[in-house]
């Protein structure tokens, strides 16, 4: 059961951790767009005992009709990380309602279809309640600026360490030559993600590193659950792409159940990971990563035909680290964790979830 929330004052709000992101200004956004249309909107926020930050709310209607909406801001939001605001959603009380900068045409009927609210920036949104129909479409988003870019830990070469120290906690304190190594980018790449992770409050450096050269210091990673998440929306977008993703269709239903894929190079992910990771998943799509160069064997022994709408799919592997024994054969459980939510499928949604509990969330809760 929830932990008991209690009131935080807007100005202890607007001063918190997700200001940072621009969490605060969107929300704030998001009511001034109900006002706009005459519906009445309040935004409040809580903080849950147990959890860092806080939770926003936005009460919508009058008196005892109103009704609180759990509300998750999303920039950036598609179909690929739309899994992973939904899942934040199932994790509070009551109605979820998500706040995005826009909404696409496609994603507003996905969203009405699953009878999720939305209100985007751009000034399109619904709500269904009692004595409540707001559906407002065809707005477009301002021109994002030419050179606007995501942040650079957020690109492809970011992302690559950003995983391999969600992965691999210690490399925040290894030099930049194993932190590359691990992550397999360019030694100058790690310099400036490391610095940006240290601006964005990620990364905090303490004492002089024993033993170290020169003024290295100790450093520790914060705010582990944020990162993760930012990594996770960013994923799908930003470096799985440039994975190289190729599609086939398996002749024999099943073939994968048998199969040693280290034999192969290669390292279960999606579905079929999360099925041996929690005994819950039935696995439709057959993800695989390639981490070694023996991709063409597994063609020969179990005949993977070419075809863009096949239910198996292969890409390159981007992290240079060992799985634990217990792990062998299976992609590192974040990826996992990714993967499934990028599907946007209730099934892989709870999947996701379990996924989560067993193999990412820290033991004390406090991530």
Not at 166 to 189: S, W
Not at 207 to 234: H, S
Not at 280 to 290: Q, S
Request: hydrophobic share 45%.
């Amino acid at each position: 059961m929830p932990a008991p929330a209690t009131a935080i004052p807007l100005r202890a709000r607007e001063r918190a951790g997700a200001q940072r992101y621009g969490e605060a200004a969107m929300l704030h956004a998001a009511e001034a767009v109900l006002r706009a249309r005459g519906v009445p909107a309040k935004l409040e926020f809580t903080h849950r005992a147990g959890r860092a930050g806080e939770d926003a709310w936005l009460r919508i209607g009058h008196g005892r009709s109103a009704v609180r909406y759990a509300v998750e801001a999303a920039r950036g939001l598609a179909p690929g990380t739309l899994g992973g605001v939904l899942l934040k959603l199932r994790d509070r009380e009551g109605k979820g309602l998500i706040v995005a900068d826009y909404v696409t045409p496609a994603l507003a009927d996905t969203l009405r279809d699953r009878g999720v609210a939305f209100v985007d920036l751009a000034g399109n949104a619904w709500v269904q309640q009692a004595g409540i129909v707001l559906q407002v479409a065809g707005k477009k988003p301002q021109r994002p600026a030419a050179d606007a870019r995501p942040a650079r830990v957020l690109q492809p070469g970011g992302l690559r360490i950003v995983f391999a120290l969600l992965c691999r906690p210690e490399l925040v304190n290894a030099t930049v030559r194993d932190i590359a190594k691990a992550a397999g980018v360019a030694h100058g790449t790690v310099g400036w993600v490391l610095r940006d992770l240290k601006k964005m409050g990620h990364i905090v450096e303490l004492g002089r590193r024993p033993g170290a050269r020169g003024r290295a210091r100790t450093r520790r990673l914060e705010q582990r659950r944020r990162l993760l998440d930012l990594w996770v929306q960013a994923y799908p977008g930003q470096l799985r792409p440039r994975l190289n993703p190729r599609r086939f269709q398996a002749t024999q239903p099943g073939w994968w159940r048998t199969a040693d894929f280290t034999r192969y190079g290669l390292a279960l992910g999606g579905e079929p990971a999360a099925e041996r990771l929690t005994q819950h998943l039935k696995p439709e799509t057959i993800t695989l990563y390639a981490v070694g160069g023996g991709e063409r064997l597994v063609h020969q022994d179990h005949i993977l035909l070419n075809d863009a709408k096949g239910d198996v799919e292969i890409l390159d592997a981007f992290w240079n680290f060992a799985p634990p024994d217990e792990l062998r054969g299976i992609v590192p459980p974040l990826l996992v964790y990714a993967d499934l939510l990028a599907t946007g499928d209730d099934r892989c949604i709870e999947a996701a979830r379990l996924v989560y509990d067993r193999y990412l969330a820290r033991p004390d809760g406090k991530d």
